[in-house]
């Protein structure tokens, strides 16, 4: 495990100590378009990777999400870790930004999208696409029974401007939700995103099944879980055959 993921587990158990909520704030602490302020740090650690053997990736990604009235405002910062054929290399990845309407929000059956924005920030040529890029994010997030939940979230990008020697974009991102509550403050959860490359016909098929635990410490709700992913399905040397992902998530509960 890389030097990032053993970090973020370590976080991921110093939560462990807190009271377990109920299953109204388990269900909203997964919801991606709850009207809360949250910080999120999650970890893709790839130890396996389709024609690459002996090489391993991930990602660290730093993420805020933010209400404004209806519109609310998730920005990711990821700071990749990518083979070579030698020393991997780490840095700064592309800064990215999206802004949701929310065409619906109950307690139910949350629905939004919006317009997505991603900046040419990475520190090395290896860990970004040199382009700015624009597109769409549509997200919906549905409580089946007061135990399950299930939406996703559907992301499209294409390069518009940026360096003229770097490569097109044109990338669908599509994240099924599956969330099972089990008690206690535990869930069982499904979150793994399939990255579709459109420019170079080049995808990854992965499924996730994981587990997490929401916690309360004053107003702050903290969800860890860690989910390990296998690819079902792929097309393309480098894609991630078998990943962890980890994550702590934290919102911020307004005082009344």
Request: charged share 15%; net charge negative.
């Amino acid at each position: 495990m890389s030097n990032r993921a053993a970090l973020t587990a370590l976080i991921l158990l110093a939560a462990a100590p807190l009271a377990a909520q109920s299953a109204e704030e388990v269900k909203q602490a997964n919801n991606p378009l709850a009207t809360i302020t949250s910080v999120n740090i999650h970890e893709y650690y790839v130890s396996t990777l389709y024609a690459a053997p002996d090489q391993t990736a991930g990602t660290l990604n730093l993420r805020v999400a933010r209400p404004f009235g209806r519109v609310l405002v998730r920005a990711s910062l990821p700071m990749p870790t990518v083979p070579t054929g030698g020393d991997p290399e780490s840095g700064v990845g592309d800064f990215n930004i999206f802004g949701t309407y929310l065409l619906k929000s109950t307690s139910e059956l949350s629905v939004g999208i919006g317009p997505q924005l991603v900046a040419p920030t990475a520190s090395n040529d290896a860990l970004g696409a040199g382009k700015w890029q624009g597109g769409l994010a549509f997200v919906v997030f549905h409580t089946i029974t007061p135990q399950v939940q299930l939406g996703g979230l559907v992301t499209w990008q294409a390069s518009f401007a940026g360096d003229e020697d770097r490569a097109e974009t044109n990338i669908l991102a599509v994240q099924p939700f599956l969330m099972m509550q089990v008690g206690g403050g535990w869930y069982l959860r499904s979150t793994a995103i399939m990255p579709f490359d459109l420019e170079n016909e080049v995808f990854s098929v992965p499924l996730g099944m994981g587990a997490g635990k929401v916690l309360k410490a004053g107003r702050t709700i903290f969800n860890a879980f860690v989910e390990p992913q296998f690819t079902v399905l792929h097309d393309g040397a480098g894609q991630p055959a078998f990943q962890t992902f980890l994550g702590l998530n934290m919102q911020f509960v307004p005082k009344r």
